[in-house]
Structures are given as C-alpha cells and as structure tokens.
C-alpha cells in the first residue's frame, strides 16, 4: 500500500510537471521551450520598434533644434523680448510657431554632510 501512494504521489508531481511544461497533445498544450521562443521573438520585435522610434525622435528633436538655431541666426542680435507664460499659452492655443527653451545652472553639492 506504501508503494501505491508514493507511485499516486509521483504520478501527480509529473502530471504537474507536464501541466507546467506542456506536453504536445492533441489538446493544443503549448510546450514551455515554444512558448518561451515566442516571447523572446516578440521582445526582439517591440526593441527594433523603440530603436526606430527613438531615431526618429531623435530626428526630429535635431531639426527643430536646427531650426531654432538658424531662426537665431537670421534675426541677428535683434533683440527678442521674452514671453510670459501667458503669452506662450496664448499663442500655443492659435496655434502659433513656438520654441520654449531654459537654461539650468546645476551647482555642485557644498554640503559636507557634518551639521
């Protein structure tokens, strides 16, 4: 009778086991090594789709950037007068042309850590 439980026992660890892996059946289980395959060809595709959005943005970032610097160029040392956040909502809403840039002074970190 032993012999029977621990045979039941490992009949049930390896139907698991099968359960968990896939065995090709004509239920349409899909073994784990094909499905894994598939994920791994899925994950290649979604990164050669970032890598080429991220050229292109990169792209495009460049020749907005080039053109603000030629814009800069062509009005010379005119003087531009700074726009308020108003102003810059006012004319995002028309639909106007409009640049937004800021410079950002990073200081280094003084603190000594002691107080």
């Given at each position: 009778?032993?012999?029977g439980?621990?045979s039941?026992?490992?009949?049930?660890r390896v139907?698991?086991?099968?359960?968990?892996?896939g065995?090709?059946?004509d239920?349409?289980?899909?073994?784990l090594?094909?499905?894994?395959?598939q994920?791994?060809?899925?994950?290649?595709?979604l990164?050669?789709?970032?890598?080429?959005?991220?050229?292109?943005?990169?792209?495009r970032?460049?020749?907005?950037?080039?053109?603000?610097?030629d814009?800069?160029?062509?009005?010379?040392?005119?003087?531009?007068?700074m726009?308020?956040a108003?102003q810059?909502?006012?004319?995002?809403r028309?639909?106007?042309?409009?640049?937004?840039?800021?410079?950002v002074e990073?200081k280094?970190?003084?603190?000594?850590?002691?107080?």
């Amino acid at each position: 009778m032993a012999s029977g439980t621990a045979s039941e026992a490992l009949r049930d660890r390896v139907s698991r086991l099968e359960n968990f892996v896939g065995v090709p059946e004509d239920d349409g289980a899909v073994p784990l090594s094909v499905s894994t395959e598939q994920h791994a060809i899925e994950l290649v595709d979604l990164r050669r789709i970032l890598d080429d959005f991220m050229t292109e943005s990169s792209a495009r970032i460049t020749n907005i950037m080039e053109d603000v610097i030629d814009q800069s160029k062509k009005e010379g040392k005119k003087k531009t007068g700074m726009l308020s956040a108003l102003q810059v909502k006012t004319g995002l809403r028309k639909g106007e042309e409009t640049y937004l840039a800021t410079l950002v002074e990073i200081k280094p970190d003084t603190t000594d850590g002691s107080s």
